[in-house]
């Protein structure tokens, strides 16, 4: 195993940069025995993860406009209707590089998003939006928004 420590702190702890670098090095070397195995396990797991938040981070920001799209139709704006698109397409973006994340585009992760989402929308309009999610998953990706 090749010497992890920088100062008192395992390398994974006191330079993440280096490490990963270090862990590419030896894999393309195989010289796996010298691998960080237990942090190499954690990262590659938080790769799917972080795959999966951007996606639903989409899917809450859409939800948040769709809200205030509906429930403020008289201030409407380009700037909502042109979140709205590039949320939509950043989901497609990511299901092209990751097509195993569709499992996350349901009526249930929507509900899952719709919390968080329907904050965000009250903390800039002060509107009381309804408690239960009034979108499913093909209203939030598929809908379209015009201005009036």
Same mark, same amino acid.
């Given at each position: 195993?090749?010497?992890?420590?920088?100062?008192?702190?395992?390398?994974?702890?006191?330079?993440?940069?280096?490490?990963?670098?270090?862990?590419?090095? !030896?894999? *393309?070397?195989?010289?796996f025995t010298d691998l960080d195995i237990?942090?190499? $396990?954690? +990262? %590659?797991? &938080?790769?799917?993860?972080?795959?999966?938040?951007?996606?639903?981070?989409?899917?809450?920001?859409?939800?948040?406009?769709?809200?205030?799209?509906?429930?403020?139709?008289?201030?409407?704006?380009?700037?909502?209707?042109?979140?709205?698109?590039?949320?939509?397409?950043?989901?497609?973006?990511? !299901?092209? *590089?990751?097509?195993s994340l569709k499992r996350y585009l349901?009526?249930?992760? $929507?509900? +899952? %998003?719709? &919390?968080?989402?329907?904050?965000?929308?009250?903390?800039?309009?002060?509107?009381?939006?309804?408690?239960?999610?009034?979108?499913?998953?093909?209203?939030?990706?598929?809908?379209?928004?015009?201005?009036?």
């Amino acid at each position: 195993m090749i010497n992890m420590e920088k100062s008192s702190k395992p390398l994974y702890e006191s330079d993440f940069s280096l490490w990963a670098e270090t862990m590419a090095d !030896l894999l *393309d070397q195989g010289r796996f025995t010298d691998l960080d195995i237990e942090n190499l $396990v954690e +990262e %590659v797991r &938080d790769l799917s993860k972080r795959e999966r938040d951007r996606l639903l981070s989409s899917l809450r920001l859409i939800v948040h406009h769709l809200l205030k799209w509906d429930y403020q139709p008289q201030r409407g704006s380009r700037s909502w209707q042109l979140t709205i698109q590039r949320e939509r397409n950043n989901i497609r973006f990511y !299901l092209k *590089d990751s097509p195993s994340l569709k499992r996350y585009l349901t009526d249930e992760w $929507v509900m +899952e %998003v719709y &919390d968080n989402a329907r904050l965000d929308a009250l903390k800039e309009t002060n509107l009381d939006f309804p408690k239960d999610c009034p979108y499913g998953i093909a209203t939030a990706l598929e809908r379209p928004i015009e201005l009036g």
